[in-house]
């Protein structure tokens, strides 16, 4: 059974760095992403990576500030993010596709069908 497990989430003040894990198992994936949902929000799109090209995507507020990456065995993703801000506040799910997702449906929430149970991220101002 496929399985999505997030790490590395936690409180850190405004400026810091923090790396979030993503480790999927029980299947490959083609494209595999971040999203993140503060309280009283959607969940909105923040990153992702296809498996084959290697291919990243962010979406405009962490651009420049977050990392997406993946391992040697690609089985594992991860979200570096730097220059926190407090807006960056959420629950953050990894979040994979079967199959290699185009362009304009990688910030899709509807096109991943396995998600992570989530991990805090808190931005003290």
């Known amino acids: 059974q496929a399985q999505l497990v997030e790490s590395g989430g936690g409180l850190v003040p405004a400026g810091g760095s923090l790396t979030l894990s993503c480790a999927a198992s029980?299947?490959?994936?083609?494209?595999m992403a971040w999203f993140r949902q503060a309280p009283g929000k959607e969940r909105e799109f923040v990153a992702a990576?296809?498996?084959?090209?290697?291919?990243?995507f962010y979406e405009d507020p962490v651009k420049g500030r977050f990392t997406i990456s993946t391992d040697n065995t690609k089985n594992t993703i991860f979200l570096q993010m730097d220059s926190l801000k407090p807006e960056d506040t959420a629950v953050y799910h990894c979040?994979?596709?079967?199959?290699?997702?185009?362009?304009?449906?990688?910030?899709?929430?509807?096109?991943?069908?396995?998600w992570g149970q989530g991990t805090q991220v808190t931005v003290s101002s």
């Open positions: 029980g299947r490959t994936f083609g494209t």
């Open positions: 979040a994979a596709a079967s199959g290699r997702l185009i362009n304009t449906n990688v910030g899709n929430k509807s096109a991943y069908g396995y």
């Open positions: 990576l296809r498996r084959q090209g290697g291919s990243t």
